[in-house]
């Protein structure tokens, strides 16, 4: 069974599960479909385990009692798809990043023997003791 399969099977298992318990009013289901540490936010409130649950489905259905769950959409596959996708650009970016770093560090180096190879061959400094002088040559190669 692959990933999408195995999705699409839990989906219509809650959908099941919402529609017994909220559609047709059936509490049995919710020891077998859900945690015993079950927890629930509503706002600042956390609510717990089984008896929240039972509480919640009898007050919906009390309040309105033809509820029919037309319609469950899974939110999170996007959220998990948006955030997988976001951890392989970070990762991503984080590869070139390095990359440009060695990169720049190497070429540094290359560009500091050259700098020091050129001055060597084609910068001079030098002192001329008949006129008590100093100077500096630079040599162009044509």
């Known amino acids: 069974m692959d ?3 195995n ?3 839990r989906l219509e298992q ?3 599960i919402a529609d017994q318990l909220i559609g047709q009013g059936n509490l049995n289901i919710v020891d077998s479909a859900f945690s015993a540490d079950y927890i629930a936010h509503s706002g ?3 609510h717990n385990g089984h008896k929240f649950i039972k509480q919640f489905a009898k007050q919906l259905r009390t309040a309105i009692p033809d509820i029919k769950i037309v319609k469950i959409e899974v939110l999170s596959q996007a959220a998990n798809f948006s955030n997988q ?3 392989v650009c ?3 970016a984080a590869v070139i990043w390095i990359y440009d770093i060695i990169w720049v560090w190497n070429k540094g180096a290359q560009n500091k023997k050259a700098q020091k190879a ?3 061959t084609h910068l001079g400094f030098y002192y001329e003791p008949n006129f008590n ?3 500096l040559s630079y040599t162009v190669n044509f």
Do not use: H
Request: charged share 20%; no cysteine; proline share 0%.
């Open 118 to 120: 050129y001055k060597q």
């Open 14 to 16: 809650i959908k099941n």
């Open 7 to 9: 999705n699409m099977d």
């Open 85 to 87: 996708a976001f951890y």
């Open 90 to 92: 970070a990762g991503t």
């Open 44 to 46: 600042e409130k956390t």
């Open 133 to 135: 002088a100093t100077g």
């Open 3 to 5: 990933l999408n399969q």
